[in-house]
């Protein structure tokens, strides 16, 4: 009996391709049209940024757990969340969540030794980019990881929160992503995190100069092998 997933979401773009993925690709494990039943709900974006920039994690977490609350109550077996900034709160959320949850990073690290890459790339909003959700999970399977120049940094997480939460993905905004990774592969790195859930949304594989680790997808993959027990 498959489970049901549960998707406490933040931001609407990575939290529709996470959920596009998992109906989509659950058709390889369950039949034509299949997937395992899914719920999602989610706080406005507005009230995760009132606490974010704050830097009021608990805050955050309270905004995750009332979402996990509710999912679980619709019959959600387990949650993921498709936001990586906000797994900055990730444990004090899960402490008040009535069912367990998948993390964003531990997936990407997986993946990324699935496929023998130990120098990462890290792309994703100011605030994931200098936080601990990465460097945390990665130095504990010692895959070294670098980050954009301040000045790198700044101009994504512009791009982040006034293009690509709206759903807006322009052409000068892929070629100044494909020139920072270009960076990042001079600095020795082996591939790069796509570590902001809208990003797959403009940066693809052909456009990359480095192997890409798209978190959004990896998360919402990880689901449904949990979903389905692969």
Same mark, same amino acid.
């Given at each position: *009996?498959?489970?049901?997933?549960?998707?406490?979401? &933040?931001?609407?773009?990575?939290?529709?391709?996470?959920?596009?993925?998992? &109906?989509?690709?659950?058709?390889?494990? *369950?039949? +034509?049209?299949?997937?395992?039943?899914?719920? %999602?709900?989610?706080?406005?974006?507005?009230?995760? *940024?009132?606490?974010?920039? #704050?830097?009021? @994690?608990?805050?955050? =977490?309270?905004? %995750?757990?009332?979402?996990?609350? #509710?999912?679980?109550?619709?019959? =959600? /077996?387990?949650?993921? &969340?498709?936001?990586?900034?906000?797994?900055?709160?990730?444990?004090?959320?899960?402490? #008040?969540?009535?069912?367990? @949850?998948?993390?964003?990073?531990?997936?990407?690290?997986?993946?990324?030794?699935?496929?023998?890459?130990?120098?990462?790339? !890290?792309?994703?909003?100011?605030?994931? *980019?200098?936080?601990?959700?990465?460097?945390?999970?990665?130095? =504990?399977? /010692? !895959?070294?990881?670098?980050?954009?120049?301040?000045? /790198?940094?700044?101009?994504?997480? /512009?791009?982040?929160?006034?293009?690509?939460?709206?759903?807006?993905?322009?052409?000068?905004?892929?070629?100044?992503?494909?020139?920072?990774?270009?960076?990042?592969?001079?600095?020795?790195?082996?591939?790069?995190?796509?570590?902001?859930?809208?990003?797959?949304?403009?940066?693809?594989?052909?456009?990359?100069?480095?192997?890409?680790?798209?978190?959004? +997808?990896?998360? =919402?993959?990880?689901?449904?092998?949990?979903?389905?027990?692969?």
């Amino acid at each position: *009996m498959t489970q049901h997933i549960g998707i406490v979401a &933040c931001s609407a773009e990575g939290a529709a391709l996470c959920y596009r993925t998992i &109906c989509v690709e659950g058709a390889d494990y *369950m039949g +034509r049209h299949a997937h395992p039943e899914v719920t %999602m709900h989610t706080h406005p974006l507005s009230e995760y *940024m009132y606490y974010i920039e #704050k830097d009021d @994690w608990k805050g955050v =977490a309270g905004l %995750m757990a009332s979402s996990a609350n #509710k999912v679980a109550q619709v019959g =959600a /077996d387990f949650a993921v &969340c498709p936001d990586n900034t906000i797994h900055q709160a990730f444990e004090l959320a899960v402490e #008040k969540s009535p069912i367990p @949850w998948l993390h964003i990073a531990k997936e990407v690290a997986k993946e990324a030794n699935c496929r023998d890459y130990n120098h990462l790339g !890290i792309l994703g909003t100011r605030f994931l *980019m200098e936080g601990p959700v990465y460097p945390d999970k990665l130095t =504990a399977t /010692d !895959i070294n990881y670098k980050i954009p120049e301040k000045e /790198d940094r700044e101009r994504i997480n /512009d791009i982040i929160f006034n293009e690509l939460v709206y759903g807006k993905f322009y052409a000068e905004s892929r070629n100044y992503f494909s020139d920072v990774i270009g960076k990042l592969k001079e600095k020795g790195c082996d591939a790069v995190v796509l570590g902001c859930t809208e990003i797959p949304l403009l940066v693809t594989p052909e456009s990359s100069p480095l192997p890409v680790l798209d978190s959004t +997808r990896l998360l =919402a993959r990880a689901a449904l092998k949990k979903a389905v027990k692969v």
